[in-house]
């Protein structure tokens, strides 16, 4: 009898011990393996702001994923902007580094404007692993890797019959309240656009209001603020780096004491770059003058309630995204021809700079001259509209600012996706935000 429990305690230990042996072997398994795609696979590191990082570490595996562009065999830049149709280009820029230097590429691809996030993310997994081929092809790894070939289906050359224009509508409602405040919002556009290589039109019109409902004490304060207009815009391709074209713009709005107003003019913008160049770098000039009709809700500090006004404006724009970050700088000059010295000096920055390995350094700020609030009304501001800031207020500037650094260390991988209770980013995280 005692034989007969000694040998079922051993059984049990052993019943105990080998899915615990076998667990061990597997993750001493997946070490070697992962051991192995470290040693052997290339490291890249994507530069995207907007992408889903774990459904890429999950489709294509690989290759190694490093945290620091630095520590990066290939660094990928993914930039965007948008098309005519309401859709998104994608640029996926290949640029190899240590023994893949000046080993690189560019890919293109473009989505509708009625994609799913899942036929998006496919499509750009499709293009990395393209642009990867040819450096995974100069690895180990390469004896593992297959390639395929779906056959294309012919295609009809198909007219479009809506002659490139692209129209929208929408509407939205908002809301939220507690016991002593309530808020709603509603707001109507739409908009008709067309845009090929020679020309752009731009067409959008817009309504809006809002109020704020607060009761304190016995008293019930209600502010609204309603606005509308239409803007309009054509542009003309001259060259690969000249435009020209007009805009159109009405606008009527509570918040700037105006009732009516139409501007209209010509405009010209020179970029030092190629258009074609537009998601890695840009510096334009563009230059505008403008016709303006003004009736406003109130007599103005000027005792004006209407006028007409002739301004022009002047405004210099740089952006660029490069492998050490990205930057973009705006200063506009707006003045009227009336009185020069009625006049306006906007400048707008953002810098993400990576300055070493782990270190990111993020500026963003605007600041804003002001000496042409033509439109301020003369019986002022009561305190409920200053404090609500349901009326534009006089003053001579206005800026914002943010900075933020933080340092990233740890392990240079990044391969592995572990969805649980959430998703998290490996290394350790040190930020400072002002």
């Given at each position: 009898m005692k034989q007969i429990f000694f040998n079922l305690s051993i059984l049990k230990i052993y019943f105990h011990f080998i899915p615990l042996l076998f667990l061990s072997f597997s993750a001493v398994a997946q070490q070697d393996s992962l051991s192995e795609l470290q040693k052997k696979g290339v490291r890249i590191y994507i530069d995207c702001s907007h992408c889903d990082y774990d459904y890429i570490r999950e489709e294509i595996n690989f290759v190694n994923y490093v945290r620091d562009r630095n520590n990066a065999q290939v660094y990928i830049l993914i930039t965007t902007q948008s098309t005519g149709a309401g859709g998104t280009e994608y640029t996926l820029t290949f640029i190899g580094r240590q023994e893949f230097n000046n080993i690189n590429d560019t890919l293109v691809f473009t989505t509708n404007k009625n994609d799913t996030e899942d036929l998006i993310r496919k499509e750009l997994v499709k293009s990395l692993k393209l642009g990867l081929i040819r450096y995974v092809s100069k690895t180990p790894l390469s004896e593992k890797l297959a390639i395929t070939f779906t056959e294309e289906t012919k295609s009809e050359k198909v007219a479009d019959k809506w002659n490139y224009w692209v129209f929208s509508i929408g509407s939205y409602l908002y809301g939220n309240g507690e016991q002593l405040y309530k808020y709603k919002s509603i707001s109507f556009s739409t908009t008709a656009n067309r845009t090929t290589e020679d020309m752009k039109i731009n067409l959008a019109l817009n309504f809006n209001y809002s109020d704020n409902q607060y009761k304190i004490e016995e008293d019930e304060i209600l502010s609204v603020q309603r606005s509308k207009n239409f803007r309009s815009l054509v542009v003309f391709s001259l060259s690969d780096h000249w435009s020209f074209g007009g805009s159109a713009n009405f606008?009527?709005?509570?918040?700037?004491?105006?009732?009516?107003?139409?501007?209209?003019?010509?405009?010209?913008?020179?970029?030092?770059?190629?258009?074609?160049?537009?998601?890695?770098?840009?510096?334009?000039?563009?230059?505008?003058?403008?016709?303006?009709?003004?009736?406003?809700?109130?007599?103005?500090?000027?005792?004006?309630?209407?006028?007409?006004?002739?301004?022009?404006?002047?405004?210099?724009?740089?952006?660029?995204?490069?492998?050490?970050?990205?930057?973009?700088?705006?200063?506009?000059?707006?003045?009227?021809?009336?009185?020069?010295?009625?006049?306006?000096?906007?400048?707008?920055?953002?810098?993400?700079?990576?300055?070493?390995?782990?270190?990111?350094?993020?500026?963003?700020?605007?600041?804003?001259?002001?000496?042409?609030?033509?439109?301020?009304?003369?019986?002022?501001?009561?305190?409920?509209?200053?404090?609500?800031?349901?009326?534009?207020?006089?003053?001579?500037?206005?800026?914002?600012?943010?900075?933020?650094?933080?340092?990233?260390?740890?392990?240079?991988?990044?391969?592995?996706v572990n969805p649980r209770f959430g998703s998290s980013s490996g290394g350790t995280s040190i930020s400072i935000s002002y």
């Open positions: 606008l009527s709005s509570t918040y700037n004491n105006t009732d009516f107003y139409l501007g209209f003019g010509p405009a010209i913008e020179y970029n030092l770059f190629p258009y074609t160049e537009s998601t890695r770098r840009q510096l334009r000039f563009l230059y505008k003058v403008n016709f303006n009709h003004i009736k406003y809700l109130e007599e103005t500090i000027y005792d004006k309630i209407r006028e007409n006004l002739f301004e022009h404006s002047l405004t210099v724009s740089l952006s660029m995204k490069e492998p050490w970050g990205s930057s973009g700088i705006s200063i506009g000059g707006y003045q009227y021809l009336h009185n020069l010295k009625k006049y306006a000096i906007d400048i707008s920055g953002s810098v993400s700079f990576r300055l070493f390995e782990g270190l990111s350094l993020d500026v963003y700020g605007n600041y804003s001259r002001i000496h042409n609030q033509l439109s301020l009304p003369k019986a002022g501001a009561s305190r409920d509209e200053i404090l609500l800031r349901i009326q534009q207020l006089e003053t001579n500037y206005n800026y914002f600012f943010m900075m933020g650094i933080s340092y990233t260390f740890g392990s240079i991988y990044n391969n592995i």
